[in-house]
């Protein structure tokens, strides 16, 4: 099982950016796909996240509007389009993979498979 996530870089505030995070040793039916951020000095946050099998989806109040989770089955991949973005959007992004719920409950994230971040920086 693996995932790697990409797409992160520098943009300016208003400016948008589309994270992918690529799967591989398992397909995306009947898992959940999350998104989340760390900020330098602040708690990793749930982002967003999807059910593969019933496309629930669950996004943190602060993006609600401007982010949206989507999939790709036939590329195994699942994106992260982020529009309007802020500076408060600054911090490392990591893809996971867990087969519990979508959501921000930290068990839902219990045992999970986890990507390697990349870094969106959203600056003038």
């Known amino acids: 099982v693996q995932l790697q996530a990409s797409g992160g870089g520098l943009v300016q505030p208003g400016g948008s950016l589309r994270l992918s995070c690529a799967a591989s040793?398992?397909?995306?039916?009947?898992?959940?796909i999350g998104w989340f951020r760390q900020a330098p000095g602040k708690v990793r946050e749930a982002v967003s996240c999807?059910?593969?099998?019933?496309?629930?989806?669950y996004y943190i109040d602060s993006v609600k509007g401007r982010f949206t989770i989507s999939r790709d089955n036939a590329k195994n991949t699942v994106y992260l389009q982020m529009n309007s973005l802020k500076p408060e959007d600054t911090a490392v992004y990591y893809c996971?993979?867990?087969?519990?719920?979508?959501?921000?409950?930290?068990?839902?994230?219990?045992?999970?498979?986890w990507g390697q971040g990349t870094l969106v920086t959203v600056s003038s």
């Open positions: 996971a993979m867990n087969d519990k719920g979508c959501g921000a409950n930290t068990w839902y994230w219990f045992g999970a498979y």
């Open positions: 040793g398992f397909t995306l039916d009947d898992v959940i």
């Open positions: 999807s059910s593969m099998n019933n496309g629930a989806t």
